[in-house]
């Protein structure tokens, strides 16, 4: 396997640029500056894991009972009816005034600049996961469903955090991991942005 080269996709960090700042986006959505927001980005389809992220959500509520869950992204025609699903699971667990569904939005780099962390939830095994490269760019923390390319971007507790995929336990606790120590995540989020421009910038 010598003469085999691995070659990531790449990613311009310049551009991934908020069109808003965090307080207008944050507004926009109703929510206050000191609650915790949680983002995921991604169609709504089954196989990304939007269930499992909001599974965890209604874990972590206890300890942030502010907390709130963007799910940026629209609904495939193949899974017409998988945002009504989410919908009713949110109801079911009491947390309809806490996920925010935002439908296709232009510019993600808004959201994630609102957020507080970006989750990658997949189910199946990702080729990638360019949102990974997005929230770095942007100076967020991650936390990623741990199979397919995401052990490649993500280096577990230095550039991000890992969970088994469809564990919505494990995801629970290392939300509150993140959400919990303030100056953990920052570091995260400054050596996951150094490891975007060191090994995935389009450059190299």
């Given amino acids: 396997l010598d003469n085999l ?6 990613l311009d960090p310049a551009t991934v640029a908020p069109s808003r700042d965090r307080e207008t986006v944050r507004r926009h959505y109703g929510f206050a500056d000191h609650e915790p927001v949680v983002c995921m980005m991604g169609n709504l389809r089954k196989w990304k894991g939007q269930e499992t992220v909001i ?45 925010v569904f935002t439908g296709y939005q232009s510019n993600v780099a808004d959201l994630v600049v609102a957020s507080d962390v970006v ?24 936390i990623a469903s741990r199979a397919g390319a995401i052990p490649e971007i993500v280096v577990e507790n230095e550039t991000g955090l890992t969970f088994p995929p469809g564990d919505a336990a494990a995801l629970a606790v290392q939300l509150r991991r993140v959400l919990d120590d303030r100056e953990f995540a920052d570091r995260l989020a400054r050596q996951g942005h150094t490891r975007l421009i060191e090994h995935f910038h389009v450059r190299q």
């Fill in 55 to 99: 599974q965890a959500l209604a874990a972590v509520r206890p300890h942030f009972p502010d907390v709130r869950l963007l799910l940026v992204g629209e609904t495939s025609v193949a899974d017409a009816d998988y945002e009504s699903r989410l919908k009713g699971l949110a109801a079911e667990l009491g947390l309809t005034h806490h996920v």
């Fill in 119 to 142: 989750v990658h939830a997949s189910l199946a095994p990702e080729p990638f996961g360019r949102v990974i490269l997005d929230a770095m760019a942007c100076h967020r923390p991650v």
């Fill in 5 to 10: 080269v691995v070659i990531h996709n790449g």
